[in-house]
C-alpha cells in the first residue's frame, strides 16, 4: 500500500494530541496515532475499511475505558 503522507485528517472531537487519525491512500486507508505520527500504522484496504466501520457501528469492537500512558 502507499504511504499516506499527506492529508491526514482527525475528528473535529480531538481537542488533544492523543487521537486517531486517517488517510485515504490508493489502495485504501490508513490510521495512526496522532502522538506518535512515526509510529505503527493500520493498513486497510477498501473492503477491510468498510468491514472495520461497520464493526465499530455494530459495537463489535471493544473501545477502552481508559488509554493508559
Known sequence: MLRADQGWRRSSRCDTNAC???????????LRDSADPAGPRLEFGEGGW???LRGLAQGELA???AHPR
Open 63 to 65: 473501545t477502552p475505558a
Open 20 to 30: 486517531v487519525e486517517a488517510a485515504a491512500t490508493s489502495a485504501g486507508v490508513e
Open 50 to 52: 468498510r468491514t472495520f
